[in-house]
């Protein structure tokens, strides 16, 4: 029994490994393809791009408990930049995707308190709506859309130049909010169906009313919250019942 573990942690690598390069290939290439159109597009991304991309979040949940994330983060960072330099988009791309990935892992060690990723999960949705519709996310997005393009993640559509994208604190958020309920025994299965599920339904509603963008990180404070609030309920409650009263 005790020989299995490497094995099964070597599959887990090979298909985070494989599931990265698929997303580079596609990339790097899809522009290519032939072009079916805004529905196509947007079914092959909410469909597809999406899940696709999330499962790499799946995939490397073990890398929660590792040393030194911020270290690995940076060079993450540093590769990144590299490799946008080098106007590899397909590896640029993934490797922006890991490295908030990590950065939401680290943050999710700093988050010892169930508690604290409670309120975040509760209270961070309000400050992305607002940076969307009127603070920052909106003036980058409209003001400088380069840098957005550049800083964010891509889901390349088929037969065109354009994209879906997805802002860094997205990825950093669904991580943080994946390795948690890891770390605390919740729904980790339901936590990623939903997460995904409702960042899917939220790329579709921005084609569907033909909006500029939604803010996406409501989408996973629900996917986190919904699934998890009786496991949540329970465990706050039993923490406030432990703590000391005041003498």
Not at 71 to 96: C, R, T, W
Not at 115 to 142: C, H
Not at 198 to 216: E, Q, R
């Amino acid at each position: 029994m005790g020989g299995a573990t490497p094995v099964l942690e070597a599959r887990r690598a090979a298909a985070l490994g494989a599931l990265l390069a698929g997303l580079a290939a596609w990339e790097t290439f899809a522009g290519s393809l032939p072009d079916r159109g805004v529905a196509i597009d947007v079914a092959i991304a909410a469909c597809l791009l999406i899940p696709a991309t999330f499962a790499t979040l799946w995939l490397a949940l073990p890398l929660a408990q590792a040393p030194r994330l911020p270290l690995v983060g940076l060079v993450l960072g540093l590769i990144a930049l590299a490799l946008g330099l080098a106007e590899l988009d397909g590896l640029f791309n993934v490797a922006k995707l890991a490295a908030y990935a990590v950065l939401g892992l680290w943050l999710a060690q700093l988050l010892e308190l169930l508690s604290s990723v409670v309120i975040i999960a509760l209270l961070v949705p309000f400050a992305d709506a607002f940076s969307v519709w009127r603070g920052p996310t909106k003036e980058i997005v409209e003001g400088k859309p380069g840098l957005f393009d550049t800083i964010s993640i891509s889901f390349r559509l088929p037969g065109e130049d354009g994209s879906a994208n997805l802002g860094p604190p997205d990825v950093t958020f669904f991580a943080l909010f994946l390795s948690t309920a890891a770390r605390h025994g919740l729904r980790v299965g339901w936590t990623w169906v939903s997460m995904t599920g409702l960042l899917s339904l939220t790329l579709v509603a921005t084609a569907v009313f033909d909006l500029n963008g939604l803010p996406a990180i409501p989408a996973l404070a629900v996917g986190f919250l919904l699934p998890n609030a009786d496991l949540l309920w329970r465990a706050l409650r039993r923490r406030g019942a432990e703590a000391p009263s005041l003498p």
